[in-house]
């Protein structure tokens, strides 16, 4: 899968930000912020440094086309990192919880291209690996195209989760690529696996197309 080779360069990106809780209690209010406003390049895609709800803040795109839920302990990557106006943009962000490794890919456009639904799954197929079909999910302002895979690597579990969304009154999509990894013999990951889905869906159903 082309965007599993990004995973090495963002979690060394989000272990250098480092999580720990610090010795120096005059560093206390610093080391109490999220490692998502720890992160100066991700900081800057924040709606604000208040959580949305719970293990979010918003995210929002520099081409001001959208927001989404944003998990507080992801950083986003500089080096996968692209913007061409208001009709593009895609960024990669990962995260690390204990020894399960969390890596997501969005990609939006706001092209007349994005009117064409099958052409845009292929292309996320291809992007992904992916030979199955999708289901549509209909939402307010917007539809899902959805499809979730697993597989195993060398004795390493990955989850991926995929969708293409599509505005419902504009050429605005996001195409989202959700990928949760694990040694196999960690059984507290590989049970999770419906919760991993649970969280890939609801960033999913979070994304709100900005109207121009």
Known sequence: MKSLMKVGIIFSLFMNVGCG????????????????????????????????????????????????????????????????????????????????????D??????????????NLDLLSNTSGYTGEYEELKEEGKRIYYASEESEIEGTMSYNYFGFIKSADSNQALEFIYNVSCKKADNACQSAEAEHEKTALKIMKSVTFNRG
């Not at 969005?106 to 099958?118: C, F, G, I, S, W």
């Open 21 to 104: 809780i610090s010795k120096n209690p005059d560093e206390r209010i610093v080391q109490e912020r999220t490692a998502a406003e720890k992160d100066h390049f991700t900081k800057g895609y924040l709606f604000s440094s208040k959580e949305t709800e719970d293990g979010y803040h918003l995210f929002k795109s520099k081409t001001g086309g959208y927001t989404m839920l944003f998990p507080v302990d992801a950083i986003i990557s500089k080096e996968f990192n692209e913007q061409r106006e208001t009709s593009y943009e895609t960024i990669v962000y990962g995260a690390e919880r204990k020894e399960t490794k969390i890596m997501a």
């Open 106 to 119: 969005a990609t939006y456009e706001n092209k007349p291209e994005t009117q064409d639904v099958e052409a």
